[in-house]
């Protein structure tokens, strides 16, 4: 069986979550099976993918513009992706995208993993020109309808798809994503030394920690205003708190709330972080704050838990289905909530040693490998 898979979130220099799931399920996928053929497009007029050579792999790049291919692929259905790079029994995509296939051929099987619908529920954490490149260009109904079938990361999302877009359940498997092996790629095998900005070397601790894209959907609003009301308490003089990630939308607005704050000078934000920065971030937190409005999957939270991190999440959408027991789940919306969890994992010592080992144990369920037998296991079942 020949398997097409649309790597374009790769040709970039910086991952997001999508770009996360798709190194490492791809990576995991060519590690476990070389039974099948597989076909990786991705498109790229600047950035050089880093490709993994396997007997059973073949990469093509188109060298476009991307906002040329997708101009094309949205108003012409070319060019069709499985014409370029010859016939394929089945065709996976990773994330919602523009795509120009044969859509009518019957003998390619679509499948799509679809992350979350925050685009759909939650308009106001988005930009205008988001909501209408979603909604008019992408078209999630049209896609939905297109694809043969639907793979989800959490129950949360394809509950979400079946009572919203009336999607059968029959259609849709979840496969669960799994903990980011945090190995940098950029160490120089002569000093084996980590590449850590010295800002971040110097954060002072004890911290609290939030790894993030910097946008209003994450809620970083809710925990600068738990950590200012924590601050004001004598006996917390000493935590500070650390936030770090990709800027994203309406950034700007958490920054002005940043800047007006009183304790500024105990919160540190970074920009995005590389892998060796992430590692130690994690490994040197106190706690790890996460009460976003809206995730489908919420990978943060595994990756916290996994370096031995009690949690404070939000009881909502698959938060509370992925976490496990003995985090603390809060109303996002209530920042005496998130206070009140900061100060329990704080101030008992017994329940935060018991969600440090809930938490690793936890983290033991989700695996990339695991995530990419289960992906390979519906492909194959639906070919």
């Not at 108003?75 to 859509?103: E, H, M, R, S, T």
């Not at 601790?205 to 939030?210: A, D, Q, R």
């Not at 809206?294 to 404070?312: C, D, K, N, T």
Request: proline content about 3%.
């Amino acid at each position: 069986m020949t398997i097409c898979i649309d790597i374009r979130n790769l040709a970039q220099k910086q991952h997001s979550g999508i770009g996360v799931y798709t190194m490492n399920l791809i990576n995991n996928l060519l590690k476990i099976d070389q039974k099948n053929q597989y076909k990786l497009f991705y498109n790229s007029k600047k950035y050089q993918l880093i490709k993994t050579y396997y007997k059973n792999v073949k990469y093509y790049d188109f060298h476009k513009s991307n906002r040329l291919l997708n101009l094309t692929m949205f108003l012409f259905n070319y060019p069709k992706i499985n014409k370029i790079i010859g016939d394929c029994d089945v065709f996976f995509a990773p994330n919602i995208n523009f795509f120009a296939l044969d859509f009518n051929n019957k003998k390619i099987k679509k499948i799509i993993t679809i992350h979350d619908l925050s685009f759909v529920f939650f308009k106001k954490f988005y930009s205008p020109k988001s909501i209408l490149w979603h909604n008019i260009f992408i078209n999630i109904k049209r896609i939905l309808n297109k694809f043969d079938y639907i793979i989800t990361v959490s129950e949360n999302t394809k509950n979400d798809l079946i009572k919203y877009f009336n999607i059968s359940e029959n259609k849709i498997a979840t496969a669960y994503l799994g903990v980011e092996q945090i190995v940098s790629s950029t160490l120089k095998k002569e000093t084996l030394k980590p590449q850590i900005r010295k800002e971040i070397l110097d954060v002072k601790m004890p911290y609290l920690l939030n790894i993030n894209t910097i946008e209003p959907r994450k809620n970083i609003e809710g925990i600068i205003s738990a950590f200012t009301l924590l601050k004001e308490k004598k006996e917390y003089q000493n935590i500070n708190l650390i936030i770090a990630g990709g800027k994203g939308w309406n950034s700007k607005y958490i920054y002005k709330i940043l800047e007006k704050n009183k304790f500024k000078n105990n919160i540190k934000v970074f920009d995005y972080i590389n892998n060796d920065e992430k590692e130690y971030l994690y490994n040197n937190a106190k706690i790890f704050l996460f009460p976003s409005f809206y995730e489908g999957f919420g990978l943060p939270i595994i990756e916290a838990q996994s370096r031995g991190i009690p949690v404070v999440t939000s009881a909502n959408s698959s938060l509370s289905e992925i976490s496990g027991n003995n985090v603390i789940f809060i109303n996002p919306h209530n920042i005496n909530e998130i206070l009140f969890a900061i100060q329990e994992l704080l101030g008992n010592k017994d329940f935060y040693e018991l969600s440090k080992k809930n938490g690793l144990e936890n983290s033991k369920k989700f695996t990339w490998e695991k995530c990419a037998r289960e992906t390979l296991k519906i492909i194959e079942r639906n070919s």
